[in-house]
C-alpha cells in the first residue's frame, strides 16, 4: 500500500483540462512543499514534471501546472495532448525514521 | 543535471546479494544525494536509500536491514547492495539524484532490471 494516494486513472479529451490529486498526512504531503510529480512512459524512466509543489523544470510545457492544500497535493495538465497519456507519480519528502521519500501508486492518464 | 547509468547482474539467485552500480557523469558528484530507487512490474515506486557525496546515507526502514550503499568519488559512481534477496525483490532499479536541500529527484538513469530466480 502507497503512502500516497491517486485515483487509478483519469481520462480527457484532446484540449480538456484534468488534474490528479495526491493525498497524503501532516507528515508528508501536508507538513512540506516537497511536493514533486514525474511522468512516465512504459519502459522509460520517470521525469520530473513539477518540484516544491508548484514549481516546473525549465523545459517542461507551461500546460502542467501544481498545486497543494493541506494534505492534498494536485497536478493538472491543460489542453490535454496525446502525448500527455502516460503514467504520473506524485512524490513527497517525509521526515527521518521513515521512509525519506515516499511515492503514489500512480495514476494512468488516457486522451480519448 | 547529470547522466546516470545503471550497471550490473540481470538474474540474481534468491538468498544472494544483489548488487548495481551506477555512473555519474556530465558533472560532479559534490553537494548532490545520489538515491536508488525501485519499481517492481507493473507497480510504482519505492524509495530505496541515499547518500551523500560525503558518505552519509539515509536508507527506507524496511530495507535498511540488507542495504548498503557506498560512493566512489575517484571513479564518479556509486553502488548498491542488497542482500538476502527473494522474489520480491524482483524490479527495474533506477539510480536518480538531487541536490542538497532541494528534495526532488531531478537526474534518473535508464533503469535496469533485476529478476531473482533460481
Known amino acids: 500500500q502507497s503512502a500516497l494516494t491517486q485515483p487509478a486513472s483519469v481520462s480527457g479529451s484532446p484540449g480538456q483540462s484534468i488534474s490528479i490529486s495526491c493525498t497524503g498526512t501532516?507528515?508528508?504531503?501536508?507538513?512540506?512543499?516537497?511536493v514533486s510529480w514525474y511522468q512516465q512512459y512504459p519502459g522509460k524512466p520517470p521525469k520530473l514534471m513539477i518540484f516544491d509543489a508548484t514549481n516546473r523544470p525549465s523545459g517542461v510545457s507551461n500546460r502542467f501546472s501544481g498545486s497543494k492544500s493541506g494534505n492534498t497535493a494536485s497536478l493538472t495538465i491543460s489542453g490535454l495532448q496525446a502525448e500527455d497519456e502516460a503514467e504520473y507519480y506524485c512524490s513527497s519528502y517525509t521526515s527521518i525514521n521513515t521512509p525519506l521519500y515516499v511515492f503514489g501508486a500512480g495514476t494512468k492518464v488516457t486522451v480519448l | 543535471q547529470v547522466h546516470l547509468q545503471e550497471s550490473g547482474p540481470g538474474l540474481v539467485k534468491p538468498s544472494e546479494t544483489l548488487s548495481l552500480t551506477c555512473a555519474v557523469s556530465g558533472g560532479s558528484m559534490r553537494s548532490y544525494w545520489w538515491s536508488w530507487v525501485r519499481q517492481p512490474p507493473g507497480k510504482g515506486l519505492e524509495w530505496i536509500g541515499e547518500?551523500?557525496?560525503?558518505?552519509?546515507?539515509n536508507y527506507n526502514p524496511s530495507l535498511k536491514s540488507r542495504v548498503t550503499t557506498l560512493v566512489d568519488r575517484s571513479n564518479n559512481q556509486f553502488s548498491l547492495r542488497l542482500t538476502s534477496v527473494t522474489a520480491a525483490d524482483t524490479a527495474v532499479y533506477y539510480c536518480?539524484?538531487?541536490?542538497?536541500?532541494?528534495?526532488?529527484?531531478?537526474?534518473w538513469g535508464q533503469g535496469t532490471l533485476v529478476i531473482v530466480s533460481s
Open positions: 536518480a539524484s538531487h541536490m542538497a536541500g532541494v528534495n526532488t529527484f531531478d537526474s
Open positions: 547518500i551523500y557525496y560525503s558518505g552519509r546515507t
Open positions: 501532516s507528515s508528508d504531503v501536508g507538513g512540506y512543499n516537497s
